[in-house]
C-alpha cells in the first residue's frame, strides 16, 4: 500500500472517531433537554402514547436511542409520541407507556421524632 492510501485511510478512521465522540457529545448535553422536555409533558397532562408509531416520527427517548426521530420500525411497541391525556386511548392498537415515578424518600423514625419535638 503506498502513502497516499495510507494517508486516506487515516484520515477516514479520524474523521470517523471525530464524529463518534462528537455525537455523543451531543447526546450527553441534550440529556437535560430530554428530562426538561419529560417534566414539561407530563405537568402539561400529556402521556406518552405508543403502538402505532411510524419510524422516524417519534418523541425521545426509548431504550434502544436517546433521541426523537430515530425510530426506525413502524409499529414498535416501545416508540411514543406524546399525546393529551384521553387522546391515545381513541386509537385502535396503542397503549399508554407508564412513566416510572420517584419513590418517596423514607423517613426515620428518629427524624420524625425530632421534627415534632
Not at 486516506?8 to 422536555?37: C, M, N, P, R
Request: some cysteine; proline content about 3%.
Amino acid at each position: 500500500m503506498n502513502n497516499n492510501n495510507k494517508n486516506i485511510i487515516k484520515l477516514a478512521l479520524g474523521t470517523t472517531l471525530i464524529l463518534g465522540l462528537s455525537q455523543s457529545a451531543f447526546a450527553l448535553k441534550t440529556q437535560a433537554e430530554i428530562e426538561a422536555t419529560k417534566k414539561a409533558q407530563e405537568a402539561s397532562g400529556n402521556v406518552k402514547c405508543a403502538g402505532r408509531i411510524l419510524a422516524g416520527l417519534n418523541d425521545c427517548p426509548t431504550s434502544l436511542h436517546a433521541c426523537a426521530g430515530m425510530g426506525d420500525v413502524d409499529a414498535d411497541p416501545e416508540e411514543f409520541i406524546w399525546m393529551p391525556r384521553g387522546s391515545c386511548e381513541k386509537i385502535v392498537g396503542t397503549h399508554i407507556i407508564k412513566t416510572k415515578e420517584k419513590k418517596e424518600k423514607v423517613v426515620k423514625k428518629e427524624e420524625k421524632e425530632k421534627k415534632s419535638s
